[in-house]
């Protein structure tokens, strides 16, 4: 009877195992995208991008990297997510209580190079959105995440971006900095990039340039108990310094996550040429990220020639025909425009002093702003050309044959002197309109002599971000 019995028991347990292991399976199939997440690629393959990663847009794998964007492209936008999601609300939140923020750490190596140092820059961003194609965001510009105007309203996307174009109206500090952005093209915080010596939690921060090609490895964590993210950055060889780049510290973080989230990359360009690639790429939300190797990581690196875009092609360069829907388009005459407004779409004050710059060489020299030169068959920018001419101290021969004998010398290197000043290439050293018409109207003792010495200009000019230290704003170029 007893053994009977058992047989019976026995014999239900095993009816109901197959519906039992049916349920665990049927749990393993619908829960993978808010399951923990920890992986590593030390380089990238079609075996591990095909399983592991969605590509949305432009981005292409280049074996063994990842390029976000297409230069053949005029306005070319790029992101790459993993295909897992992430959890990170762990409770929500209460009457009585806020909601339990997940944390994660990652670390990846990324590499910007343009094809043309003297270009306006752009840059690529780590995201954590709650999706591979965040509403509003304009394609080729603002990071290919954001909108063109700055966002207060929460929504689930946070971004570290890695920088390396000034756009004042979104009030970046220089054209190479890290930021941390909060639904936002105009970040919550900035720090001009660098890093702290590896060894101790000094002040002394060693800059770090992010547009040369260098390989350069960067660690955030995410720390979702305190509000707090901690971004790093130092160059390949170098190992993590003890003190963050930023530390950033704020309850308003959890508006803008969301319960499952992708974690990835973006990035987008306009009419020039920069190549963004992602080399290798760690991530946890169970722990610390697995370190990277990066002994066996490409090096790539910047071509020095001596064809670099001056500010005049540049400004040349900006004039574009073709129509892009949904995006600020950089529409002007040919050759009039400021090199600014690549990554500025909004006019300034500044960049209208370069027009205005442009015109009046153009009624000096009796000459278009852009010529071709029949013998070489090659295009002539007007501010290049008068350029060179100040260098070699033959300004005065820039002016329109046309009508040499019916005006002073002086007062035409004068005109000429400030048509270059107003075409300065850093929009904040060229000299205000009132600066302008007071060497206009100014009389005999301004005539004689520009009040700006163009001593850059003279020697080959500043390209778009200069030589000079970033985040601190040069003075204005003051009329004597």
């Known amino acids: 009877m007893l053994s009977s019995h058992l047989r019976r028991h026995r014999g239900g347990a095993l009816r109901t195992l197959p519906l039992l292991l049916l349920l665990l ?9 808010t399951s923990s997440l920890d992986f590593i690629f030390n380089s990238f393959n079609a075996t591990t991008t095909n399983s592991s990663l969605i590509l949305v847009r432009d981005t292409r794998l280049d074996p063994p ?34 909601a339990t923020i997940s944390s994660f750490s990652t670390s990846f190596v990324f590499s910007i190079l343009p094809q043309l ?5 752009f840059g690529l961003v780590f995201a954590l959105s709650n999706s591979t194609s965040p509403p509003d965001a304009l394609s080729g510009q603002y990071l290919g995440l954001f909108a063109n105007r700055p966002s207060s309203t929460p929504f689930p996307l946070l971004a570290v971006e890695f920088d390396v174009g000034r756009n004042s109206e979104f009030k970046d500090p220089d054209n190479n900095h890290v930021g941390i952005d909060l639904n936002n093209i105009e970040s919550a915080v900035t720090a001009t990039a660098g890093y702290y010596n590896s060894t101790a939690a000094g002040d002394d921060l060693i800059p770090l340039d992010m547009r040369n090609g260098q390989n350069i490895h960067a660690w955030i964590e995410f720390d979702g108990t305190q509000f707090e993210i ?20 704020d309850p308003v973080i959890a508006n803008y ?28 939300d169970i722990g610390v990220a697995k370190e990277i190797n990066t002994t066996d990581l490409p090096v790539f690196a910047l071509r020095t020639s001596s064809s670099n875009l001056s500010a005049g092609a540049i400004s040349a360069k900006l004039y574009t025909h073709g129509e ?14 400021a090199p600014e407004l690549a990554t500025t779409a909004a006019p300034t004050a500044a960049s209208d002093v370069f027009s205005f710059g442009v015109v009046v060489l153009e009624v000096a020299c009796g000459r278009r702003p852009i010529e071709t030169a029949k013998e070489r068959e090659e295009e002539v920018v007007l501010i290049d050309w008068v350029r060179e001419m100040y260098g070699e101290g ?8 046309r009508i040499k004998g019916e005006y002073e010398v002086e007062e035409m290197e004068a005109v000429l002197k400030l048509g270059l000043a107003c075409c300065h290439p850093d929009p904040v050293r060229r000299p205000s309109m009132r600066e302008v018409v007071a060497v206009l109207i100014g009389g005999k ?36």
Not at 67 to 86: M, P
Not at 257 to 284: D, H, P
Not at 394 to 401: H, I, P
């Open 65 to 98: 990297v990842l390029q976000l964007t297409n230069g053949s492209n005029q306005y070319s936008t790029g992101r790459v997510f993993h295909r897992t999601q992430i959890q990170m609300i762990k409770t929500p939140p209460t009457s009585n209580s806020t």
């Open 324 to 337: 892009t829907p949904n995006t600020t388009r950089v529409v002007g005459t040919l050759g009039y425009l």
């Open 230 to 249: 901690n971004v790093t950055i130092a160059p390949i060889g170098v190992s993590k310094p003890i003190k963050p780049l930023i530390r950033f510290q």
């Open 117 to 121: 140092s003297t270009s306006p820059g």
């Open 257 to 284: 996550v969301s319960s499952e989230m992708y974690v990835g990359f973006s990035a987008s360009k306009t009419t020039w040429v920069e190549t963004q690639r992602i080399l290798a790429w760690s991530f946890s």
């Open 394 to 401: 033959r300004v005065s021969e820039a002016a329109d044959g």
């Open 25 to 33: 399976l049927l749990q393993l199939i619908i829960l993978p995208s």
């Open 445 to 480: 003792e301004v005539a004689t002599v520009p009040k700006v010495l163009l001593s850059e200009l003279a020697q080959g000019g500043v390209g778009i971000g200069g030589s000079e230290a970033e985040g601190e704003p040069s003075t204005p170029q003051v009329l004597v």
